[in-house]
């Protein structure tokens, strides 16, 4: 079974800097990978797909990259609303297994 | 617009059960699939099951497989999941959500919250 890990678990920024997030596969996993923004109390919102494709209506600001094992998450210029945890998921191709990484929780500094 | 609804959470003794239903509306539930994902307090997500969309495919996590069933009406445009023989590691959000391109879950209810203690 495909693991994967972020980090860091946990970044402090202040708004308008750019936050980086690191997403590892413990095997390849080509392109499949999405990341996910989560904030207490709400749905998980899709950011990014197949590594890095925008989901709808998502703001240019949040790109991604990497396949294989690497991925990253950027998001340029952290808006008030973009403090939340984000985490990254893949899923097997058998057996179907999707699995969610640990979470990078990025906070106000 | 999307819209994905939880409900039949609440509070249950171990071993107990509950059927948890999920009402989709906004886009033809009949053209997806869709899954089930849950998240223990302080844990990070983790898949438990996810059903074709005619209901003739499911697939269920080891953790949970022998005691969760995934279901789902389309004439009722709902999804299920029956859990049974609970434990204290089954207390949880469970969320529902809708597959995008068969590898990724593009829409979520906001959940409901499952807790087992006696």
């Known amino acids: 079974e495909i693991v994967l890990t972020q980090s860091p678990a946990t970044l402090s920024l202040s708004p308008g800097e750019s936050a980086t997030l690191s997403c590892r596969a413990s095997d390849s996993i080509s392109n499949y990978l999405a990341w996910y923004q989560h904030k207490p109390g709400q749905a998980p919102r899709l950011l990014i797909y197949h590594a890095s494709d925008r989901a709808t209506g998502i703001p240019a600001r949040f790109s991604g990259s990497g396949s294989g094992t690497d991925f990253t998450l950027t998001i340029s210029a952290l808006e008030p609303e973009d403090f939340a945890v984000y985490y990254c998921q893949q899923r097997s191709s058998w057996p179907p297994v999707f699995t969610f990484g640990p979470g990078t929780k990025v906070e106000i500094k | 617009q999307v819209q994905l609804v939880e409900s039949g959470g609440g509070l249950v003794k171990p071993g107990g059960s509950l059927r948890l239903s999920c009402a989709a509306s906004?886009?033809?539930?009949?053209?997806?699939?869709m899954g089930w994902i849950r998240q223990a307090p302080g844990r990070r997500l983790e898949w438990i099951s996810y059903?074709?969309?005619?209901?003739?495919?499911?697939h269920h996590a080891d953790s949970v497989k022998g005691r969760f069933t995934i279901s789902r009406d389309n004439a009722k445009n709902t999804l299920y999941l029956q859990v049974k023989s609970l434990r204290a590691e089954d207390t949880a959000v469970y969320y529902c959500?809708?597959?995008?391109?068969?590898?990724?879950?593009?829409?979520w209810g906001h959940g409901t919250r499952v807790t087992v203690s006696s």
């Open positions: 959500a809708r597959e995008y391109s068969t590898s990724f879950f593009d829409y």
């Open positions: 059903i074709s969309s005619d209901g003739s495919t499911n």
């Open positions: 906004g886009f033809i539930f009949s053209d997806y699939y």
